[in-house]
């Protein structure tokens, strides 16, 4: 950083510091907004009981929940640390981009980061993983940046830096499985860098790998004493799957596009385009490390695999954001061309976020439509009101659905007093979420969707001494029908239903 951008720093600090303040204003009211999505409806319930790891992913963000659940309730309430967290890690992106290429690169990567709908939503508001990951990640690449300028011989700023990178990458760790891109790309970067392979000689590397290793060993506890199921079940996602499907490929990138948003999706590809024409620039170099590994690898993985998500390749998108500042910064864009792509990107994003929410509320667009299309937003829809079943009150002993999404659902409208059984060939998290024992005997209910109702009685036939007729439920939304159900008395549990396999 030269003399003119240390000067102007401090002015750069304060109007970081309204930015993210800003945000997490805007945060805070769609947090309470927006319902939960059938993601957060499913980790709430899991994570009522604290474990070393879950199926799904590591605990982190599962250990967040709970201990928020306990302050606020099982209400949108549980989502204000991510929203502080996405926060903190905010202002972590604009300190390394600010650290490798100046203070206004910096102003603009944070910026457009907070613009940016899935960083926004998802990851910054939303009771999801790649909150905690992110945060991480940005803690581990910011103290590694400032080593950048540690040939000063400062062996106690060295050390203090190493661990925190050891800290960041195990958090990131103790959040997602993906994760892993992040400490070999900083290898590879190790590698290529010739003033920068100094640090294979230095102890304080081999303790940060040793530290992060520590924070992950939970996870390895967890999954040792299982069978390994996180690991097979993650695994499995990248096996190849009835053969090439580039149309895959194709629906991945485009959903990548509609996360980042188009407008905000061009100049984040000229950034990743300058970096690797100046790829000879340690700084550059370091963060093309981090970038480019998982939006390649989750980009190309769907042409084989069964099924690939846009957002797994976001982390790697995080770290495009101060390759954006730092091209925005070296062709010169104007300050005035800045605040006008500014001020169009928050309208774009107000408006998307407002349609959303008028959208999950009323369900006013998905009435125009042709009967049989599928509204979205219905994935937030409040359950609560199937508490009111006749067959559901009073409690029942426990509940019993074929669907783990539809389960969170059923969990958080009945409460944390019914236990929650999913009947199914993949029934995620549920299965290390009960015993399930104590309860045979004893008569339940059956929740499910009405095209499921056949497959259900022929699956659960065997496990009770007789279920009854069915009874209709319907969920509204706005005075209007929004979801159907089906309620079954399942008298006489024969067995247990879940895995004998426990925490």
């Known amino acids: 950083m030269g003399p003119d951008e240390a000067a102007a720093l401090p002015v750069a600090n304060r109007r970081a510091v309204a930015i993210v303040l800003a945000f997490l204003a805007a945060r805070f009211a769609f947090a309470f907004a927006f319902g939960f999505g059938v993601d957060e409806a499913y980790t709430l319930p899991i994570s009522r009981d604290l ?24 209400a949108v309430g549980a989502r204000l640390p991510f929203v502080a967290l996405f926060a903190a890690t905010g202002w972590l ?14 102003l603009i990567a944070l910026f457009a980061l907070n613009v940016t709908p899935f960083f926004f939503a998802s990851a910054g508001t939303w009771i999801m993983p790649d909150g905690p990951l992110l945060f991480g990640l940005a803690l581990a690449a910011f103290a590694f940046a400032r080593l950048f300028h540690g040939r000063d011989g400062d062996e106690s700023r060295i050390w203090r ?11 990131a760790g103790l959040s997602k499985y993906i994760a892993v891109l992040a400490p070999l790309g900083l290898l590879t970067f190790l590698v290529i860098s010739p003033s920068e392979r100094r640090w294979f000689r230095h102890p304080a590397s081999y303790v940060a790998a040793v530290l992060a290793g520590l924070i992950v060993l939970p ?12 690991f097979i079940f993650q695994g499995s996602r990248g096996v190849a799957h009835g053969g090439l499907k580039p149309l895959e490929v194709l629906r991945v990138a485009l959903g990548q596009i509609a996360f980042l948003s188009p407008w905000l999706f061009v100049p984040l590809v000229m950034g ?23 939006i390649v690898l989750f980009t190309a993985a769907p042409l084989w695999i069964e099924k690939g998500q846009p957002h797994w390749a976001m982390a790697g998108w995080f770290f495009a954001f101060p390759l954006m500042g730092a091209w925005a910064q070296d062709i010169s864009v104007s300050a005035s061309n800045l605040r006008r792509y500014a001020t169009l990107s928050v309208v774009l994003l107000a408006t998307l976020t407002s349609g959303a929410v008028v959208e999950a509320r009323t369900g006013w667009v998905w009435r125009l439509l042709p009967a049989g299309t599928t509204d979205p937003t219905l994935e937030v829809l409040d359950w609560s009101g199937l508490a009111k079943a006749p067959l559901l009150e009073p409690s029942p002993p426990f509940v019993i659905s074929t669907r783990w999404r539809d389960a969170g659902k059923i969990a958080l ?24 024992a104590e309860l045979v005997g004893h008569d339940g209910v059956l929740i499910v969707r009405p095209r499921d109702l056949a497959a259900a009685r022929t699956a659960l036939a065997p496990l009770f001494a007789s279920l009854g007729e069915a009874e209709p439920f319907t969920l509204f939304r706005d005075g209007a029908p929004a979801t159907e159900l089906m309620l079954v008395p399942a008298k006489g549990s024969l067995q247990r239903m879940s895995s004998p396999a426990r925490r």
Not at 93 to 106: C, K, M, V
Not at 423 to 435: C, E, I, K, L
Request: with cysteine; aromatic share 14%; charged share 15%.
């Open 51 to 74: 474990s070393l790891s879950y199926f799904d992913h590591p605990p982190l963000h599962q250990w967040i929940t709970h201990f928020a659940a306990l302050v606020s309730g099982e």
């Open 93 to 106: 992106l604009y300190r390394l981009a600010s650290e490798l290429f100046g203070p206004r690169a910096g």
């Open 219 to 230: 996870v390895f506890v967890w999954n040792a004493r299982h069978g390994w199921v996180s």
């Open 413 to 436: 409208a009945l409460g944390p007093s019914v236990p929650i059984f999913v009947v199914s060939d993949d029934p995620r998290g549920w299965t290390f979420a009960n015993g399930g």
């Open 161 to 171: 830096l190493w661990v925190l990178v050891g800290i960041g990458f195990g958090l």
């Open 272 to 294: 990743v385009v300058s970096g690797l024409r100046r790829w000879r620039d340690d700084r550059r170099l370091f963060l093309l490390c981090l970038t480019l590994p998982p």
